[in-house]
């Protein structure tokens, strides 16, 4: 009962956190643009979010004859829900809510578990646009998989453990961050890859795709879609911290969290959309091989210990 009522407090308070997250996106896009951004709706705008939702949840969803209407009703809210099935593995303080000694390996299946659900929101539409919109999705996030899957390999080399909470604990003397800040770099570049977010924002090219897998959607399918990505983009920088740094325990841990989701934030007023061959070279000729030399080199380290 205690972990249904922590897990149902913490949801709701990152999904508010999502709220706020959107508003100080737009807020930083419109200072980098000199404009002022939205200021309309309560104090400076800070209602903003919650009057979109409003105006989201309230519109009527038009469906197209030939779409799939079970799974363009499910998959949305879908993508939203493994996105809340990471929280229990998170370590605020010491602890998760979800103390497994394996909870790297929950991640990478839930994480894995997230392609198929937007392949399945671009082929329900039954639209070309929004399927070859899914189809640059998923080969994107397939190919940074690897990459992103080898750095936390590494970071569990380092520590001789499978769970965020040992991995945490470890790092009480000095942060992994000092002495691999190429593979921090790594790190975010490829959450960068693998959130879709700019400039690898392809399953959004608006030039060629309008508007990518999510196209067809409008209304409360497009909101739990939009709240899916940022939700998603806050619990990699609470992982980028905890595998980087330490817990979520002490306050300047909290300012290195909030500095990562700017950062975030900033890549997108600042960098064009990469070209997509560009994007795969990335990852598999530079980010592959360097990840597995990092990994063979902190195993000689390891038997060289032993």
């Given at each position: 009962m205690t972990?249904?009522?922590?897990?149902?407090?913490?949801?709701?308070?990152?999904?508010?956190?999502?709220?706020?997250?959107?508003?100080?996106e737009?807020?930083i896009?419109?200072?980098?643009?000199i404009?002022?951004?939205?200021?309309k709706v309560?104090?400076l705008?800070i209602?903003?979010?919650?009057?979109?939702?409003?105006k989201?949840?309230?519109?009527?969803?038009?469906?197209?004859?030939?779409?799939?209407?079970?799974l363009?009703?499910?998959?949305?809210?879908?993508s939203?829900?493994?996105?809340?099935?990471?929280?229990?593995i998170?370590s605020?303080?010491?602890?998760?809510l979800y103390?497994?000694?394996?909870s790297?390996l929950?991640f990478?299946?839930?994480?894995?578990?997230?392609?198929?659900f937007?392949?399945?929101i671009?082929w329900s539409?039954n639209?070309?646009?929004s399927y070859?919109?899914?189809?640059r999705?998923?080969a994107?996030?397939i190919?940074?998989e690897?990459?992103?899957f080898l750095?936390?390999l590494f970071?569990?080399?380092m520590?001789?453990?499978y769970?965020?909470n040992?991995?945490s604990?470890?790092q009480?003397?000095m942060?992994?961050?000092?002495?691999?800040?190429m593979?921090?770099?790594?790190?975010?570049?490829?959450c960068?890859?693998?959130?879709n977010?700019?400039p690898f924002?392809?399953?959004?090219?608006?030039?060629e795709l309008?508007?990518?897998f999510?196209?067809?959607?409008m209304?409360?399918?497009?909101?739990l879609?939009?709240?899916?990505?940022?939700?998603?983009?806050?619990?990699?920088?609470?992982?980028?911290v905890?595998m980087?740094?330490?817990?979520?325990?002490?306050p300047?841990?909290?300012?290195?969290?909030?500095?990562i989701?700017?950062?975030l934030l900033?890549?997108?007023g600042?960098?064009p959309?990469f070209?997509?061959?560009?994007?795969?070279k990335?990852s598999?000729?530079?980010?592959?091989?360097?990840?597995?030399?990092?990994?063979?080199?902190?195993?000689n380290?390891m038997?060289?210990?032993i």
């Amino acid at each position: 009962m205690t972990f249904m009522i922590n897990y149902i407090l913490i949801t709701i308070s990152i999904l508010v956190s999502v709220a706020f997250y959107t508003i100080l996106e737009r807020k930083i896009l419109g200072y980098m643009q000199i404009r002022k951004g939205p200021n309309k709706v309560g104090l400076l705008g800070i209602l903003q979010p919650f009057s979109d939702a409003l105006k989201l949840f309230n519109k009527n969803l038009m469906t197209a004859e030939n779409m799939n209407l079970f799974l363009s009703y499910i998959t949305p809210a879908m993508s939203l829900f493994i996105s809340i099935m990471l929280i229990p593995i998170i370590s605020f303080n010491m602890y998760s809510l979800y103390d497994n000694k394996h909870s790297i390996l929950l991640f990478f299946i839930l994480s894995s578990t997230a392609v198929y659900f937007i392949l399945l929101i671009g082929w329900s539409a039954n639209s070309k646009y929004s399927y070859m919109g899914s189809i640059r999705s998923v080969a994107q996030m397939i190919s940074y998989e690897v990459s992103f899957f080898l750095i936390i390999l590494f970071i569990s080399i380092m520590a001789f453990s499978y769970s965020f909470n040992e991995i945490s604990k470890s790092q009480y003397m000095m942060s992994f961050f000092w002495g691999n800040i190429m593979m921090f770099m790594m790190w975010m570049i490829t959450c960068l890859a693998e959130t879709n977010r700019s400039p690898f924002d392809f399953a959004e090219g608006e030039s060629e795709l309008v508007s990518g897998f999510n196209v067809e959607y409008m209304g409360g399918w497009f909101a739990l879609i939009f709240l899916a990505e940022y939700m998603s983009m806050i619990i990699l920088s609470m992982m980028s911290v905890m595998m980087f740094f330490s817990n979520l325990s002490s306050p300047h841990l909290w300012t290195i969290l909030i500095s990562i989701t700017i950062l975030l934030l900033w890549v997108r007023g600042t960098y064009p959309r990469f070209r997509y061959d560009m994007l795969m070279k990335l990852s598999w000729k530079i980010f592959l091989p360097i990840s597995i030399l990092y990994i063979i080199l902190s195993m000689n380290q390891m038997f060289f210990n032993i």
